[in-house]
Nanobody, 126 residues
Framework: VQLQASGGGLVQAGESLTLSCAAS???????????IGWFRQAPGKQREGVAC????????YYANFVGGRFTISRDKAKNTVHLQMDSLKPEDTAVYYC?????????????????WGQGTVVTVSS
């Protein structure tokens, strides 16, 4: 079972990036059963949750710092989850990881769980 994060890069403040998380080794049915989240770790800081999407009809989770700038979505047919990031800020600079997640139905909290991808680097210049 693998999660492959991609789509990172160097952008200027105010620009957009879309991160993708591709799952392999899951059967389609298994992947659909997992909530998937994006987490990030900036240099010298702890890893933090960014956004998570449920396996079914639960509400997504967004960290407060997202402030409406990011949108998480999933393509169940392709076993992928995307994170559209708009209006990027220098403080969004971090390594972004996707992972299976524990997400409550109301979207109040989200924690990474069993499977993690290798990370993709996002650098936002001012």
């Amino acid at each position: 079972v693998q999660l492959q994060a991609s789509g990172g890069g160097l952008v200027q403040a105010g620009e957009s990036l879309t991160l993708s998380c591709a799952a392999s080794g899951f059967t389609s049915d298994d992947f659909r059963d997992y909530a998937i989240g994006w987490f990030r770790q900036a240099p010298g800081k702890q890893r933090e949750g960014v956004a998570c999407i449920s396996a079914d009809f639960g509400s997504p989770y967004y960290a407060n710092f997202v402030g409406g700038r990011f949108t998480i979505s999933r393509d169940k047919a392709k076993n992928t989850v995307h994170l559209q990031m708009d209006s990027l800020k220098p403080e969004d600079t971090a390594v972004y990881y996707c992972a299976t997640a524990d997400l409550d139905f109301s979207g109040t909290y989200c924690f990474g769980s069993d499977y993690w991808g290798q990370g993709t680097v996002v650098t936002v210049s001012s």
